[in-house]
């Protein structure tokens, strides 16, 4: 009998904190042995001359996310999953939202049946918090915490979403009890309102305007809000989707104050800008996504803090929506004003090509950063690691095999999420994943799919290793 079940062998591993030339022996779904000349596996992958790195975790994604009347999201946990898989990613994190007068429990139940079976990653639910009623906060959350799901999102926008302050305060307030995660959607929605009406008065209804009605102030107002009242209950904090440096000061002066702060930026704020919605006509509804993409210099600020530290976490917010299609982007309210535009863009397959070709492939950051930003932070941050997110003795073989000399130029055709278009269609990347192992299965070998749906499962966070 074979001691191990598979040997990578060859390859350069890297982790967020080293990179190493080694064999790598996986036995029942575990990585069991680093080593060199390692032998007796029924199966061998030879990894000479590529990057052998954790598969990625991408743990802001929406999938099927009830999205408002008539509106549904392009994937469901069986497209979305495949299309993370593809991106070289092999856990997600979608979120489980509350209806508002609902419990929780009643959502979880329901979004776990539609995970069940279907996936082809690993999969971990954030929560939504909607309605905090007393019950939600009192009894609810903490039961929650405890069964595992241990982060959570708030918004403070969108109108059928948002929190007020004192609900924030008090969300915070639970999390700082349990050591639950709370991460905030930071943008002024009283201040968008505004905006939004003043366009729609003067006729100003096209996705270009979308921007318009959030600029850099409404997302910097609101992190510092945000940042501030988790000082008050003294309590971690994620930011999430940081578009600009103006909210990326925010963060670096709360860390200043010994705030904890765990910051999140996303590719749309690295290749898109505001700009390229100028001239697309409603063809401006694909790049829609909030908060919305900035200018050069926010891009180049963007680097910086990817560069330097600024962020922890490089996500996808992948939330696909058809533009084709009256349940999408073009639904009838929404091509009369873009306030009706379903908010969000597809991106969990190409998220970690982007920083590999854009951050890693021209030197802007190492491999063990890029690591760090799209694997072992996210399994950090989120109570998964270390069974997820590094390349360790006992850690589950989740593992994607990149090759950094193909050269790929982005179609949507070749993608396999259900959206029906990409905002990144021509750009030409260097290094794409090739090979994918799951729970020491393999899932894609040289660019075929060999898993099968069902081959993901569902992980449960642990409080042992939450930031807090
Ligand atoms: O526009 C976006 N980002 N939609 C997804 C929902 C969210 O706020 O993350
Ligand atoms: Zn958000
Ligand atoms: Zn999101």
């Not at 996986?26 to 790195?53: H, P």
């Amino acid at each position: 009998m074979d001691r191990f079940d598979l040997i990578i062998r060859n390859g350069t591993v890297a982790t967020a904190a080293d990179v190493f030339v080694a064999d790598i022996a996986i036995k029942d779904g575990k990585i069991v042995q680093l080593g060199t000349a390692l032998e007796g596996a029924a199966r061998e992958i030879d990894a000479a001359g590529k990057y052998v790195l954790p598969g990625g975790i991408d743990s802001h994604v929406h999938i099927s996310q009830p999205s408002g009347e008539g509106i549904v999201m392009a994937d469901d946990f069986a497209s979305g999953t495949l299309s993370a898989l593809y991106g070289g990613n092999t856990t997600v994190m979608p979120f489980c939202l509350q209806r508002k007068g609902h419990p929780l429990r009643e959502a979880l139940k329901e979004y776990h049946a539609l995970a069940e079976g279907e996936c082809y990653t690993d999969v971990s639910f954030h929560l939504i918090v909607n309605d905090a009623n007393e019950t939600l906060l009192g009894q609810e959350l903490p039961a929650l915490v405890r069964d595992g799901y241990t982060s959570l999102k708030v918004f403070m926008t969108y109108d059928d979403l948002r929190l007020d302050d004192a609900s924030i305060l008090k969300v915070l307030d639970v999390a700082r009890q349990t050591k639950a995660t709370v991460m905030v959607h930071c943008e002024n929605e009283d201040a968008i309102r505004y905006l939004v009406e003043k366009h729609e008065r003067s006729g100003n209804v096209e996705p270009y305007a979308h921007a318009t009605t959030r600029p850099v102030a409404v997302e910097r107002e609101a992190t510092h809000r945000a940042l501030t009242l988790a000082e008050i209950v003294d309590v971690p904090i994620v930011i999430v989707h940081v578009s600009n440096g103006a909210a990326m000061e925010e963060i670096a002066r709360a860390r200043m104050r010994g705030g904890k702060v765990v910051g999140e930026t996303c590719p749309q704020y690295l290749l898109l800008t505001a700009d390229d919605l100028k001239g697309m006509d409603w063809e401006g509804a694909k790049l829609v996504c909030s908060p919305p993409p900035r200018d050069k210099a926010a891009q180049a600020d963007c680097w910086r803090g990817i560069e330097a530290g600024v962020f922890d976490l490089f996500s996808s917010d992948h939330c696909p929506f058809r533009y084709e299609d009256v349940r999408g982007k073009r639904n009838t309210k929404g091509l009369k004003s873009f306030r009706h535009i379903p908010n969000g863009i597809p991106g969990v397959e190409t998220r970690q090509p982007i920083l590999f070709s854009e951050g890693v492939m021209t030197g802007r950051i190492s491999l063990p950063r890029f690591v760090a930003l799209t694997s072992t932070n996210h399994a950090k941050t989120y109570g998964l690691y270390p069974q997820k997110g590094t390349i360790a003795v006992g850690a589950d073989a989740d593992i994607a095999i990149w090759d950094p000399t193909i050269k790929r130029t982005i179609r949507h055709s070749d993608l396999h999420d259900g959206a029906d278009y990409t905002p990144y269609e021509g750009v030409t990347l260097t290094g794409w994943p090739t090979t994918v192992l799951l729970n020491g299965k393999i899932m894609i070998e040289d660019g075929t799919l060999v898993g099968r749906k069902g081959d993901g499962q569902y992980c449960a966070a642990s409080l042992a290793n939450s930031i807090q």
